[in-house]
């Protein structure tokens, strides 16, 4: 597809438990403009859960798709017609979630008689930035945190990544959730550790920074999560009670000690990769990047060393749509890929970064 000034791109992303639509604008010469979004969080319906449920997550996506898009037209007081291609998110991600927002994509597509395109979820987390008011410049250091994703690329344009680093066991979003969950936090566990660390003291425990001294740009936070574990029956050993009765003060220390460890180590890394580069500029991008105190550390560590840092606007570090038409918007506008007038929505649950261009 051609692209022109003015294309309206319609991106949907439902890969786990968050149904995000958004409407995008191509103009000539700049980044493409975020005329309207909308998302609907699942976090309560699974916190009865302590999780995801797969099934509910699919079927409340059915629910939530259609007047969320409906939102967001009205929002951006544009008519469905108008709409020049449809982008979706294929993948990685849930099964049943994804082919809910790919169906959707492809049968409206079909309807019009529009294009449409599928996304990497990792790469619309990548671009995300672009869409806050202080966007990047090509080439950067990004580090991507996401669910169980955390990964450390250089990125010199649209589609054109190369990996530096990567997380060997769990990622930072996991060592979150488990430590929560250790510490009898309810779900989302990752948001409830962070809350309740505000309370209490980083230095109070000596947790390991796994993999921080290890001369490469490799993460591994499993250890991290295991020596939580050992800390909290220790303590609750002691306290002859179970973890979750330890007294407020304790948890919220163990739960400072083990936000201050991720940071340090998630830092450490991000600047060590910016100077093996020889870049001046760090994009962060996905959940893990709305931590209060991961960017406060980063401001600091990037203003010492001279680095410009940028991040998503904290409400679109989350999954939403807005980063699914942004990345297809970008895709399309660099020539990077075509959008297809092909409909079998096929989504890719386990879908290698490799294929996006990672080196």
Aim: charged share 20%; glycine share 10%; with cysteine.
């Amino acid at each position: 597809m051609l692209m022109k000034n003015g294309t309206l791109v319609l991106g949907f992303e439902s890969s786990c438990d968050e149904t995000g639509v958004a409407l995008v604008e191509t103009r000539a010469g700049q980044l493409p403009v975020l005329l309207a979004h909308a998302l609907h969080s699942q976090v309560e319906m699974h916190s009865a859960y302590g999780g995801v449920v797969p099934e509910l997550a699919s079927r409340d996506h059915i629910r939530r798709v259609l007047p969320l898009t409906k939102q967001v037209l009205a929002d951006a007081r544009r008519d469905l017609a108008e709409v020049d291609v449809l982008a979706f998110t294929r993948g990685p991600g849930l099964a049943g979630a994804l082919l809910v927002g790919s169906g959707v994509a492809c049968a409206l597509a079909a309807a019009l008689g529009r294009p449409v395109l599928g996304v990497h979820h990792l790469e619309g987390h990548l671009l995300s930035p672009f869409l806050s008011r202080d966007p990047p410049q090509f080439p950067f250091v990004a580090l991507l945190v996401s669910g169980g994703h955390t990964q450390l690329m250089q990125v010199d344009g649209v589609g054109r990544y190369s990996l530096l680093g990567e997380t060997i066991d769990d990622a930072a979003g996991e060592a979150f959730d488990k430590s929560a969950k250790l510490l009898g936090l309810a779900y989302p566990g990752g948001p409830a550790l962070a809350r309740l660390a505000e309370q209490g003291d980083p230095s109070a425990f000596n947790l390991p920074r796994p993999l921080l001294k290890s001369g490469d740009l490799d993460f591994s936070f499993a250890g991290l999560k295991t020596a939580v574990m050992m800390q909290a029956k220790k303590l609750a050993l002691g306290a002859s009670c179970a973890v979750e009765a330890l007294p407020a003060k304790v948890l919220s220390d163990l739960a400072a000690a083990t936000q201050a460890a991720i940071v340090d180590v998630l830092v450490k890394k991000a600047l060590t990769a910016v100077s093996q580069t020889g870049l001046t500029r760090l994009v962060v991008a996905g959940g893990v990047g709305a931590n209060r105190v991961l960017r406060e550390h980063l401001d600091a560590a990037c203003a010492a060393a001279r680095v410009r840092v940028h991040y998503p606007e904290l409400q679109l570090c989350t999954d939403n749509g807005a980063m699914i038409a942004m990345a297809a918007a970008m895709r399309l506008q660099s020539g990077q890929q075509a959008a297809s007038l092909e409909y079998a929505f096929d989504v890719k649950p386990r879908w290698p970064l490799e294929d996006i261009g990672i080196s």
